[in-house]
């Protein structure tokens, strides 16, 4: 019996120190340091990170940096057979060349002057007559086209509907508008035309540059589309029939006419309930090329040997990238998405890092991995997990994955700023989650919200960064996110807005959950298989 109360004793003994060691190296990770790398990372001169950029090979740069000043080890293959902290990839992407409208002696260009919906190519300049065809309506009562061939033309179509100055539509002959109106109406008018020959479609969907510029920042994201990065090189099905999106100042242009003809064109349609399509002609040229672009981006890799477990990895995880400069020229930042994930890994590095100088490294080897090219599909995660995995990955352990993280949700605001969404860390093992469950409440005590963790949300944040690379392949994982807000992927989401407590206290709740499972003795069961 006193032999057994002494063994108990010295194992709780053991117990403390191991705890008040892991705090003393938690301790470490600081708000002001935090802040200190975001800054950095998310200045302006980073010019928004953008994969395949400038920026984000500065913000690369940086980071590896920091890993070799924590010591950390440089095991990426280089091509002359050594090892940096930089895992480089190309990305293959499909996007614009030139691409223009001449008229008269002006020449607009995207995405500056107009934008467009859908592919199409036009791979050499290309003159075309262009023909004016009212709201591009076609009724039993109202015809547009009833008195022009638009067979080979570049056609003008204004948005809407005519609208008489006492409030009755035409098309209803009432207050209520028609079907022309909605949403699918525009789909409607560009089908018509397609149908009756059109060479180009042009829609008037802004009267003055200042509703241009909110259109471009409404669409920024399906722009997006247009210049699609992948790991792997593809092919695209373009046709030969653009709908540009423009100003009533360049649809005038177009048909060689002034902005104040053009608006009595229009006038006069509303006022007289009929059309007076033909009524504007002019002449254009374009030219609206897609080309095939490869672009470099890297992941960078900081490693962290164990002791006597070191062939088995846990995996700290963040991504780097952004989504760059805005056609307008404003610099998104994303400070949150993802610079605060970034700075946390960092971080997490330099606690752990510390450990080892002083005696008390890891059991388990530690990889430190930020990545590139999320924003564009979790390309750099993806490319490591699938395609050249620099450790192996039935030696990997677990994924604990921060993005976006310090900035309190649309959904917390006024009522929590000690909380934090955990996702997956249930879906693939149990021992995962008790362990994250154990950390929280022994050491940061923040309110660990799931909603994101059910399978029934519509949001499907599950899916959505790079952990789910790794969740693929069986290895389990832990997503750390504070959810959305209204300065998401815009130019708003600076560091001024991130409550660093708030990201200091999240951090460590990472250091925490990771310290144990690099130093328990069993590896994490896989014993799940949750959606």
């Not at 009267?207 to 399906?222: C, D, G, K, N, T």
């Not at 006038?267 to 009929?274: E, Y």
């Not at 399509?277 to 672009?295: C, H, N």
């Amino acid at each position: 019996m006193k032999y057994l109360k002494y063994s108990a004793g010295l194992l709780l003994v053991a117990q403390l120190a191991t705890a008040q060691t892991a705090t003393d190296y938690a301790n470490t990770i600081l708000a002001a340091d935090l802040e200190k790398h975001l800054r950095v990372l998310a200045a302006d001169d980073m010019q928004g990170r953008e994969t395949g950029t400038e920026g984000q090979r500065k913000a690369a740069d940086y980071i590896a940096k920091q890993f070799a000043a924590e010591n950390l080890q440089a095991i990426a293959k280089t091509d002359d057979g050594k090892t940096g902290y930089f895992q480089p990839f190309k990305l293959y992407q499909k996007t614009w060349g030139d691409f223009y409208v001449k008229a008269g002696e002006k020449t607009y260009t995207y995405p500056k002057d107009f934008i467009v919906n859908g592919l199409f190519g036009v791979m050499q300049e290309t003159s075309v007559e262009t023909v004016f065809a009212g709201y591009g309506i076609m009724t039993d009562h109202y015809n547009d086209y009833a008195k022009i061939n638009i067979q080979g033309k570049a056609v003008v179509i204004l948005e809407g509907e005519p609208k008489k100055a006492n409030g009755t539509y035409v098309i209803s002959n009432s207050a209520k508008a028609s079907e022309w109106s909605n949403e699918e109406s525009l789909r409607k008018k560009v089908t018509i035309a397609k149908d009756k020959g059109a060479d180009q479609i042009f829609i008037v969907s802004a009267e003055s540059p200042e509703a241009y510029r909110r259109l471009v920042s409404q669409r920024s994201a399906l722009m997006g589309r247009f210049n699609r990065l992948s790991l792997r090189p593809s092919m695209e099905k373009i046709g030969a029939v653009g709908t540009f999106l423009v100003t009533q100042e360049m649809a005038a242009a177009v048909l060689n006419t002034t902005t104040a003809k053009l608006q009595s064109a229009v006038a006069k349609i509303n006022k007289t309930g009929k059309t007076n399509s033909g009524v504007l002609k002019g002449k254009i040229s374009l030219k609206a090329e897609r080309k095939d672009v490869q672009l470099e981006s890297s992941n960078v890799l900081g490693f962290l040997e164990g002791t006597d477990k070191k062939d088995e990895i846990v995996v700290i995880s963040s991504h780097y990238d952004h989504i760059g400069v805005n056609p307008d020229g404003q610099v998104n930042n994303g400070a949150n998405d993802d610079g605060s994930g970034t700075v946390s890994v960092l971080e997490i590095a330099q606690a752990f890092a510390k450990a080892k100088a002083e005696g008390h490294g890891p059991r388990r080897s530690m990889l430190f991995l930020t990545v590139s090219g999320e924003e564009k599909g979790l390309l750099g995660s993806e490319y490591y997990t699938d395609m050249s995995p620099v450790l192996p990955l039935d030696k990997t352990v677990c994924d604990l994955n921060i993005d976006m993280v310090g900035r309190v949700d649309d959904l917390h605001e006024g009522k929590s700023d000690n909380y934090i969404y955990v996702i997956g860390s249930d879906k693939l093992s149990s021992e995962l989650h008790q362990i994250s469950e154990d950390a929280n409440r022994k050491y940061t005590m923040m309110e660990l919200d799931y909603k994101y963790n059910e399978p029934s949300d519509p949001q499907r944040i599950y899916y959505r960064s790079d952990h789910y690379n790794f969740a693929k392949h069986k290895i389990p994982i832990i997503f750390y996110f504070n959810g959305l807000h209204a300065d998401y992927h815009r130019p708003g989401d600076d560091v001024e807005k991130i409550n660093f407590t708030l990201a200091e206290k999240s951090a460590r709740l990472v250091f925490y959950t990771a310290w144990e499972i690099v130093n328990r003795e069993n590896k994490l069961v896989v014993d799940s298989n949750k959606p």
